[in-house]
């Protein structure tokens, strides 16, 4: 009976032995590990509501949603800032390139399931058009997810959250909301016509003292502003079509009927506006001189290492919306929402963009996000205390609209606008 009980106690013992690393183990990953859970967010892309399956996965005193990427390159693929993705096997990492159509492997979009998982952080490089970037990630159930703000910043599209409706935004370049229908005015009540009274005798008028020069604050001698060259090399920005054909900033004849990007407007404005500014003795900091892709995530560095050197960030845009909207719009910070500065650039652009016969689509519009601004360079600069707005001068899929910037003298003339009332604004603004 002893040996009985003995040979008991020693397989009790071996078993232990066995199973115990394996519990180690797996307490290692719990500890290492994030807890996962399902995401019950629902989000829209331009728009229409879509169906990624995520994961909310807490990252200390904040909780982001990770999806596929694989799912948001497939969403993407009839999008200006389509991306494909594949898996390199030789490298082990991922591979992305920015504007080619997604090739499905029939993966994508499919359910994650129920319950709450453990999610590890992913170290599997991702390199995008041959540069490797950094992206947070994680692993789950064996598949890598990404934070969907990076995954934006990347490729070049705006994500948001309402935290009222518990909804993710995904807005593509090019996409504009529609505007909520006004509210109609309501008939004013014709007041009594009173009795007239005598007319007194006008009383001397004193002149006016002459009102003080303004006060400007020249910190370092020199006004400097830093200019956004909207979109550029694979991600095009708007579209239109050419209503007449014409000879663009690069001396090709673009013919009637041919599509026309956002980004051949962007670009030879900016550089008219940086000449100008820089023979009027501002210094000039861009963030692309050339038809190229520059990411939100390079944008946003450019911003913050210049933010004790420049005064004022302007994004040069045009718009694109239904073929049927006209006219230019400004875009400014949320603070100055009630007045200040950005809401005082805003009248003084106007004022030099009516000036050239345009006409105005909406008043300034200062749209709030869920970290703030909305829109994500006008948010970058608020983040480092620097003033910015955004120029959208006219809608290039309106085919009388976008006539005013198809000739070099048009694109002169936008620049011109945009120089004058810079310095116009300046010269009454501390810097």
Do not use: W
């Amino acid at each position: 009976m002893r040996k009985k009980l003995l040979c008991g106690m020693l397989a009790l013992l071996m078993l232990f032995a066995a199973v115990a690393p394996a519990l180690a183990a797996e307490t290692d990953v719990y500890a290492a590990g994030k807890t996962a859970y399902v995401s019950k967010m629902e989000i829209f892309l331009d728009g229409e509501q879509v169906y990624p399956s995520g994961y909310l996965i807490s990252t200390g005193d904040s909780a982001y949603t990770y999806f596929k990427i694989r799912d948001i390159a497939y969403l993407m693929r009839d999008k200006e800032c389509k991306f494909n993705v594949e898996y390199d096997a030789a490298t082990d990492s991922i591979i992305a390139t920015r504007g080619e159509t997604y090739v499905g492997d029939g993966t994508e979009l499919q359910p994650v399931g129920s319950g709450n998982q453990i999610a590890t952080a992913a170290n599997l490089p991702i390199l995008v058009d041959g540069e490797e970037v950094t992206m947070d990630a994680y692993t789950v159930k064996g598949f890598t997810y990404y934070k969907l703000r990076d995954i934006g910043e990347t490729f070049g599209f705006e994500v948001d959250y309402r935290n009222d409706s518990k909804q993710g935004i995904m807005k593509t370049p090019g996409y504009v909301e529609p505007e909520p229908e006004p509210e109609p005015e309501p008939e004013p009540t014709p007041e009594p016509t009173p009795d007239p009274e005598p007319t007194p005798d006008p009383e001397p008028v004193p002149n006016p003292a002459p009102e003080p020069e303004p006060e400007t604050s020249h910190i370092d001698g020199q006004l400097t502003v830093l200019i956004d060259v909207g979109h550029g090399g694979s991600d095009g920005g708007s579209s239109g079509i050419a209503p007449s054909t014409y000879v663009n900033y690069k001396g090709e004849t673009v013919k009637a009927g041919s599509t026309m990007q956002e980004k051949d407007f962007n670009l030879p404005v900016a550089l008219y506006l940086r000449d100008m500014l820089e023979a009027s003795g501002v210094n000039v900091i861009m963030t692309a001189e050339e038809d190229k892709y520059v990411s939100f995530a390079t944008r946003k560095e450019i911003i913050e290492e210049n933010a004790d050197v420049a005064d004022f960030c302007f994004s040069v845009h045009h718009n694109a919306y239904n073929g049927n909207a006209a006219g230019f719009e400004i875009l400014a910070q949320i603070q100055y929402e009630n007045g200040g500065a950005g809401k005082e650039l805003g009248a003084t652009l106007e004022k030099y963009y009516y000036a050239n016969g345009r006409t105005r689509h909406r008043p300034t519009v200062f749209r709030h996000g869920q970290n703030g601004d909305y829109y994500a360079i006008l948010r970058y600069a608020a983040n480092v205390d620097m003033l910015a707005v955004i120029s959208e001068y006219a809608f290039i899929d309106n085919s009388g609209d976008v006539a005013c910037v198809l000739s070099d003298a048009g694109l002169r003339a936008e620049a011109q606008a945009m120089h004058d009332a810079i310095l116009e604004f300046f010269s009454t603004h501390e810097y």
